[in-house]
T-cell receptor, first 112, second 113 residues
Framework: GEDVEQSLFLSVREGDSSVINCTYT??????LYWYKQEPGAGLQLLTY?????DMKQDQRLTVLLNKKDKHLSLRIADTQTGDSAIYFC????????????FGGGTRVLVKP | DTAVSQTPKYLVTQMGNDKSIKCEQN?????MYWYKQDSKKFLKIMFS???????INETVPNRFSPKSPDKAHLNLHINSLELGDSAVYFC????????????FGSGTRLTVV
C-alpha cells in the first residue's frame, strides 16, 4: 500500500541549513516530489526527482533519494525567513491517473 | 492570468445544505483533480478526470459528485453537507499522462456549521 511519512515540525535559524526528511513504503514509486505551502496558499512544486536518481540539486535545494531505505530528504541551504512554510513530500507511480500521495507535511519555522 | 482558479475562496454553510465549488484551468491541461486537505493538513486525492472522463474516485462518499463539462472545468458538488466535510479543497491540473507540471489552485476553505 501507499504510505508517506514526515516529521511534523522543524525549527531552524536564519542562515543555517534545513533538512526535511520523508519515508515512503511503495517501492514502485516512480517520481518523488517536494511541495511548499505558505499560509492560506496552494501548493507550489519546489522540485522532483526520478526514482533512478540519487541526488538532484537546484540552487539552494538539494534532494537526496535512498531507494534501498525508501528515504527522501530535502536540504535547503542558507535558510531564509521566507522559507517558513509547510513542506510536503509526495510520490506517484506515473501510471494512468497521475495520483499524488502526500506525506502529512513538515512545518518549518525559520527564526531570525 | 490565474492558471488554476477556484471559486469561491471561502464558503461557510450549514449542515444539510448542498453546495458547489468551481474550478477552471487555462493551461490547456487534459487532466484535472480534486484534493482534500483536512484540519491536520493531510492532503488526499478525491477525484481525477482526464478529458472529461472520471479516472480516479478514491472511496469518496457519493454525496460528492464531480462534474466536468469540458476539459478546462471540473466542478465539485456536495450534497447534504456534514461537519466532517469542513476542509480546504484544492483543484489541480496536469498535462495528461505526464506527472510534472501539476498546478494547484489556491484552495476553497469550506466550513460547515
Amino acid at each position: 500500500g501507499e504510505d508517506v511519512e514526515q516529521s511534523l515540525f522543524l525549527s531552524v535559524r536564519e542562515g543555517d541549513s534545513s533538512v526535511i526528511n520523508c519515508t515512503y513504503t511503495d517501492s514502485s514509486s516512480t517520481y518523488l516530489y517536494w511541495y511548499k505551502q505558505e499560509p492560506g496558499a496552494g501548493l507550489q512544486l519546489l522540485t522532483y526527482i526520478f526514482s533512478n536518481m540519487d541526488m538532484k540539486q537546484d540552487q539552494r535545494l538539494t534532494v537526496l533519494l535512498n531507494k534501498k531505505d525508501k528515504h527522501l530528504s530535502l536540504r535547503i541551504a542558507d535558510t531564509q525567513t521566507g522559507d517558513s512554510a509547510i513542506y510536503f513530500c509526495a510520490e506517484s507511480m506515473g501510471a494512468a491517473g497521475n495520483k499524488l500521495t502526500f506525506g502529512g507535511g513538515t512545518r518549518v519555522l525559520v527564526k531570525p | 492570468d490565474t492558471a488554476v482558479s477556484q471559486t469561491p475562496k471561502y464558503l461557510v454553510t450549514q449542515m444539510g445544505n448542498d453546495k458547489s465549488i468551481k474550478c477552471e484551468q487555462n493551461l490547456g491541461h487534459d487532466t484535472m483533480y480534486w484534493y482534500k486537505q483536512d484540519s491536520k493538513k493531510f492532503l488526499k486525492i478525491m477525484f481525477s478526470y482526464n478529458n472529461k472522463e472520471l479516472i480516479i474516485n478514491e472511496t469518496v462518499p457519493n454525496r460528492f459528485s464531480p462534474k466536468s463539462p469540458d476539459k478546462a472545468h471540473l466542478n465539485l458538488h456536495i450534497n447534504s453537507l456534514e461537519l466532517g466535510d469542513s476542509a480546504v479543497y484544492f483543484c489541480a491540473s496536469s498535462p495528461g499522462q505526464r506527472i510534472f507540471g501539476y498546478t494547484f489552485g489556491s484552495g476553497t476553505r469550506l466550513t460547515v456549521v
